[in-house]
């Protein structure tokens, strides 16, 4: 039989504003959150330093002033690795990048034990300096980018058309945000925990119009460290594990927007990834128990919810606003507190997602603990969702 | 079908790169006029120009001029920007969906409030340094 993946064990570090100012007299470094990152995790995993034999990191940003990070802390670890070390980059689907590495690792015969870390330090830099950067990743940087097009002035648009087409309001959209919130203050590893309400959504800045500050993701760092295993060595450890149940990828050869008009809020690349992970598991969107996305807005959330299938097209914002997506009710979506309140060290997003989908799967997941469940996906995105990486879990008790 | 221009006394906050290809359209935007490419083996029209059609990979490209009248797909207003378009935000963006089957984003020069499938033209705006294509609401 071929070799089967499971996420064994993980460590993290609450989302937050870790990163120092340059001037500050005593600095925080990367290298030394990471380091006890990885110690704890292997620890709650319960495999030995010797059996890592592949180490995949998400690059980390440019402020961090260790270059080569990922070599570099395996020297600090003394990890010796027969299977690949390695750094990825893919925006905001590094992490979901990285998961899937250190899975193929697996896969592969490479490694019967590899790790999926990183480490995302920014919040020193202003937004609007880390702008000046970000405006490059969207669109086209002689078309677009002189326009003044930032990252989530393209999600905006999206909910521009949403609201038009769909007849949702602003108050639909801060619905997620408010579930989001409430969902965050039973996570301690989130960023924002203080319950707020649909009209403090409403009332705060707008930041790209129709979103205002709660509908879009804060700025945070995060340190991140999955260990995954052959199911062999899982079903070793004698404790519950979660295994990789399928994966679906597609990228519609697309960079934020079509040369032709097209259906821009379908999201088609997490549908049809979505869809092919869902063959590959033999499961259906009615399967599912959580949904642990990548949503950097309250509008992605929304669409994401209905390209997946687990809400009806043009049926996302009601059914948020409904409470279905909400713990304890028909599918609880981020039940981390998704992006915009567990936060969104945006390098290393999708770890935390799979952070929540071990907890959840297992049944470690404390206050915010979905009663019996057993299947769960998540999601990584490019652009405006233009390439989606799904991933399909189940709790082995 | 010459567009309407708007001047602006300063230099442009995040100055595009000319290639010797792209050096048409940035010529013609000067005079007025929104060209780009259409490939001579499959007909596709595309925006921005490119070197190879996206399509089918050919390389044999006409300039076109293919009409500057659409509709707002859609669109939003940056009011947290980027350092070098702090002192212009908020300011308003958009997808625009051409009369000729094109789809393009750029921004859009209005005062007034705008709604998805508008009627809007192509315009550009000249800086002392350069040009920036852009689109505004027009009379349906």
């Given at each position: 039989?071929a070799?089967r993946?499971a996420l064994?064990g993980?460590?993290a ?6 990163q120092?100012?340059e ?10 959150i990471?380091a006890?990152?990885?110690r704890?995790?292997m620890a709650e995993a319960g495999?030995?330093k010797?059996?890592?034999?592949s180490a ?9 002033k260790?270059y080569?990070f990922h ?7 003394k990890l ?8 990825v980059?893919?925006?905001g ?8 590495q250190?899975?193929?690792e697996i896969l592969?015969?490479?490694?019967k034990?590899?790790l999926?870390l990183?480490i995302n330090?920014?919040?020193a830099?202003?937004?609007?300096r880390h702008?000046m950067?970000?405006?490059?990743t969207t ?6 980018s002189?326009?003044g097009?930032?990252p ?6 999206d909910a ?10 602003r108050?639909?959209?801060?619905a997620v945000?408010?579930?989001?919130r409430?969902?965050?203050?039973l996570?301690?590893?989130a ?11 409403i009332?705060q800045r707008?930041?790209?119009?129709p979103?205002?500050?709660?509908d ?5 760092d995060g340190a991140?460290?999955l ?7 899982a079903r070793s ?8 149940r399928g994966r679906g990828?597609?990228h519609?050869?697309?960079h ?19 869809a ?5 598991a033999?499961l ?6 959580i949904?642990?996305?990548y ?7 929304i ?8 809400v009806?097209r043009?049926?996302g ?5 409904a ?8 599918i609880?979506?981020s ?7 567990r936060?969104?060290p945006?390098?290393?997003?999708s ?5 929540e989908i071990?907890?959840?799967?297992r049944?470690t997941?404390?206050d915010?603990q979905?009663k019996?469940a057993?299947l ?5 995105e490019l652009?405006?969702?233009?390439a ?5 879990f189940e709790?082995m008790q | 079908?010459?567009l309407?221009?708007?001047?602006r006394d300063n230099?442009?906050?995040y100055p595009p790169?000319?290639t010797?290809f792209?050096?048409?359209?940035w010529?013609?935007?000067g005079?007025?006029?929104f060209?780009t490419?259409r490939c001579k083996n499959c007909?596709?029209q595309?925006f ?9 990979w ?8 293919p009409?500057?009248s659409g509709?707002l797909?859609?669109?939003?207003r ?5 350092a ?6 908020p ?16 921004p859009?020069?209005?005062?007034q409030?705008l709604?998805?499938d508008?009627?809007v ?8 340094d350069?040009?920036q294509?852009?689109?505004?609401p027009?009379a349906?």
């Amino acid at each position: 039989m071929a070799n089967r993946v499971a996420l064994i064990g993980a460590s993290a570090i609450p989302v937050g504003k870790h990163q120092t100012q340059e001037e500050d007299s005593i600095q925080v470094v990367e290298h030394e959150i990471m380091a006890k990152v990885v110690r704890d995790a292997m620890a709650e995993a319960g495999v030995t330093k010797e059996e890592i034999q592949s180490a995949i990191f998400t690059t980390p940003r440019p402020y961090t002033k260790q270059y080569y990070f990922h070599t570099f802390l395996t020297s600090h670890l003394k990890l010796r690795c027969t299977g690949n070390v390695m750094e990825v980059m893919g925006n905001g689907m590094t992490g979901s990048l990285a998961f899937d590495q250190a899975a193929n690792e697996i896969l592969l015969g490479r490694a019967k034990v590899s790790l999926a870390l990183g480490i995302n330090m920014e919040s020193a830099t202003a937004a609007y300096r880390h702008m000046m950067t970000s405006m490059r990743t969207t669109g086209d940087v002689d078309f677009h980018s002189p326009a003044g097009f930032t990252p989530i002035s393209w999600y905006a648009m999206d909910a521009t058309r949403y609201m038009h087409e769909h007849g949702a309001t602003r108050e639909d959209l801060a619905a997620v945000a408010v579930k989001n919130r409430y969902h965050a203050s039973l996570n301690p590893l989130a960023q924002y925990r203080k319950h707020i309400d649909i009209e403090s959504v409403i009332a705060q800045r707008p930041i790209v119009e129709p979103l205002g500050l709660y509908d879009v993701p804060p700025r945070g760092d995060g340190a991140v460290c999955l260990v995954l295993a052959s199911e062999e060595v899982a079903r070793s450890l004698g404790k519950p594990y979660v295994l990789l149940r399928g994966r679906g990828f597609y990228h519609e050869g697309l960079h934020q927007i079509d040369d032709a008009p097209n259906d821009m809020i379908s999201f088609q690349a997490a549908a049809k990834a979505s869809a092919a992970a869902y063959e590959s598991a033999k499961l259906t969107p009615d399967d599912m128990d959580i949904a642990e996305f990548y949503a950097p807005c309250t509008i992605v959330e929304i669409l994401v919810s209905e390209a997946l299938g687990l809400v009806k097209r043009g049926h996302g914002a009601k059914a948020a606003r409904a409470g279905e997506t909400t713990l304890g009710n028909r599918i609880p979506i981020s039940t981390s507190g998704g992006l915009t309140s567990r936060g969104h060290p945006a390098l290393v997003t999708s770890l935390y997602n799979y952070v929540e989908i071990l907890e959840q799967l297992r049944g470690t997941a404390g206050d915010r603990q979905v009663k019996n469940a057993r299947l769960g996906i998540t999601t990584g995105e490019l652009g405006n969702y233009n390439a989606a990486l799904i991933h399909i879990f189940e709790g082995m008790q | 079908m010459k567009l309407f221009s708007i001047h602006r006394d300063n230099n442009h906050p995040y100055p595009p790169r000319v290639t010797a290809f792209t050096k048409p359209f940035w010529d013609a935007l000067g005079k007025g006029q929104f060209l780009t490419t259409r490939c001579k083996n499959c007909q596709a029209q595309t925006f921005p120009p490119k070197v190879t059609c996206p399509h089918c990979w050919s390389s044999d490209l006409d300039w076109v001029e293919p009409g500057i009248s659409g509709k707002l797909y859609s669109w939003t207003r940056v009011h947290a920007a980027p350092a070098v378009f702090v002192d212009i935000a908020p300011y308003a963006l958009g997808i625009v969906d051409l009369d000729c089957g094109i789809r393009l984003a750029c921004p859009i020069v209005t005062d007034q409030t705008l709604q998805c499938d508008i009627p809007v033209e192509l315009i550009s705006i000249e800086y002392r340094d350069g040009y920036q294509l852009a689109a505004r609401p027009v009379a349906s």
